[in-house]
């Protein structure tokens, strides 16, 4: 039954994630069913595409003209916070990110909305757009318009189109042997939401949850924009081990990944540690732990992590190792949290050996 007062929007009858099975990245498909679906889909082949669906980038680049491509991405999920306003925010960060990680800048986008109005007052509908429209706003962008249908479940998100020279453009292919791995931000927002869900993250727990999630990447490209990035990619529902295999798999090298580099929001080890794990991370590791070895044991919450799906996460940097620290002071002057996390080497292509070198 629908119900127009704003009041209601917070109630616990209408909590957006009440009925929500997985939200955010995590209710992505996993790699493995990605992949058989898209087995017998085929592939365009035109001169102009300059990226497509071959590595699993990002998002697609189409040649326009020599100093001129349109990067395009479509990216959207069920709630993960009962904030709409906030959900809407987070939303719109994931998708603009895929931009970002192509080198881009956006300039455009259109809302996608499935919205069960019999269940939710129609007020919510409007803070998620709005709230999806701030944060496009931040991005410098523009919500033109958007798309909408009655759905069960609430789902939303953005088509983002950006621009950016062709000759700029960052791929998940471009991989050096030797080239270092940088990381930004800290992982843990799978488990961080579930955590949330359940009632047990503190509000200064919240709130830095909530800053990973709306923090745009636009700012850590732009910092490293004077810097010779061979490979990027943003983290998100794959994982950090995920994304690292799609980098070195397109990139035709293996990985080597060193948790002593890694950063974890504020007890996420420990929820892990209590089982705190979204279903996604599971799917994740049945997707890519075949190509992973271990060099010593890890404590089962660690590697937990790895494999946790990222909303709206960080970036990878595929760097020579004598960018390495003019790319983190840059990073570091826009207060940017970054870290050297591994490195990619000759070796058997998209396999991952995990180590800890402290």
């Known amino acids: 039954m629908s119900n127009n007062n704003p009041n209601d929007l917070h109630s616990s009858s209408r909590r957006l994630t009440s009925n929500v099975k997985a939200g955010g990245c995590a209710a992505k498909m996993s ?31 189409y040649k326009l003209r020599d ?10 999920f069920p709630p993960l916070v009962d904030d709409p306003f906030l959900f809407g925010q987070i939303a719109a960060n994931n998708a603009l990110s895929d931009i970002y990680a192509m080198g881009a800048q956006p300039i455009l986008a259109l809302a996608l909305l499935a919205f069960p109005s019999c269940d939710f007052p129609l007020e919510t509908a409007s803070e998620i757009l709005k709230g999806g429209v701030d944060q496009v706003t931040k991005a410098g962008a523009i919500v033109a318009g958007g798309h909408s249908i009655q759905g069960q479940e ?14 700029k453009i960052l791929t998940n292919s471009g991989a050096r042997p030797g080239d270092a791995l940088i990381m930004t931000r800290a992982l843990g927002t ?7 869900k359940a009632g047990l993250l503190s509000q200064e727990l919240q709130a830095r949850l909530f800053s990973n999630l709306t923090t745009l990447n636009g700012e850590a490209i ?6 010779d990035i061979h490979a990027c990619t943003d983290i998100t529902g794959f994982g950090l081990i995920g994304h690292i295999q799609e980098m070195s798999k397109a990139s035709k090298l293996s990985g080597r990944l ?29 997707s890519f732990e075949a190509n992973v070895s271990y060099i010593r044991d890890f404590p089962l919450e660690f590697t937990d992590l790895l494999y946790d799906p990222q909303t709206a996460g960080g970036l990878l940097f ?41």
């Open 154 to 167: 609430i789902l939303y998100g953005l088509t983002v189109t950006g621009v950016v020279h062709p000759d």
């Open 67 to 76: 100093d001129l491509a349109i990067v395009e991405t479509v990216d959207f």
């Open 318 to 358: 595929a760097l020579a190792p004598h960018d390495v620290a003019p790319c983190l002071e840059a990073l570091n002057r826009a207060s940017i949290e970054a870290t050297v996390i591994g490195q990619f080497l000759e070796g058997i292509p998209g396999h991952i050996d995990v180590m800890n070198s402290q």
């Open 190 to 196: 799978g488990v961080s939401l579930l955590a949330l």
């Open 222 to 227: 732009k910092a490293v924009s004077t810097i």
């Open 31 to 61: 790699a493995a069913e990605l992949k058989q679906i898209l087995r017998g889909i085929a592939k365009p082949k035109d001169p102009l595409l300059l990226t497509g669906i071959e590595n699993f980038e990002d998002a697609a680049v």
């Open 258 to 286: 060193d948790i002593s580099g890694l950063r974890f929001l504020p007890q996420v080890l420990e929820f892990a540690r209590q089982g705190l794990v979204p279903a996604g991370a599971y799917g994740n590791r049945k």
